[in-house]
């Protein structure tokens, strides 16, 4: 898929205790239990707290009918006798063949090493054919910048984002990863 835009077509991407699969209409019911989690929405810029009923469904067929800018994939264990969402990880295309990770888990799956599985899978396959890959965490989450330098980002810089569910800007680290 490299160069191309992001279409339904995601490739099912293997880890060692799940795969990264494309979210499909029944991960609503998950992904509506783990973002209504303030310890979830607080950790990003675009979930709020409360979160709303049907936004899960809403999310999930934005993503399906999507504008090829973002590309979501479902943290999948049930073919390693877990859950089959566990978490969800995206890529946004950004220009110059440049893209921004973004990912969050499960909270009762916090520091068991998922995040960093699926950010390292996701590296590995580089299914956009990305130059290199952004993300940027907020400042109170060390756990998050622990997961991308793990997985060989490096730090570029501090800046502020807008976290819906805080309603508020927050200080952010910004991290790159060069992948070409």
Known sequence: MKHGTIGAALPVIP??????????????????????DRRVAEMTTTIPHPYPPGAA???VERTLDGDGSR?????????HGSSELLGVLSLARLDRDQAEIGYWVAPALWNAGYASEAVNAIVAANPLGSQALFATVFQDN???ARVLTNAGFEYVGDAEAYSVAR??????????????
Request: no cysteine; proline share 6%.
């Open 15 to 36: 880890a060692q205790r799940f795969v990264l699969r494309p979210l499909r209409a029944s991960d609503a019911g998950l992904i509506q239990l783990y973002a209504s």
């Open 57 to 59: 469904q809403a999310f």
């Open 71 to 79: 590309a979501v994939w479902a943290l999948d264990g049930s073919g």
């Open 142 to 144: 060390p756990g998050s």
């Open 167 to 180: 309603g508020r800007m927050v200080p952010t680290w910004t991290y790159i990863r060069k992948l070409a």
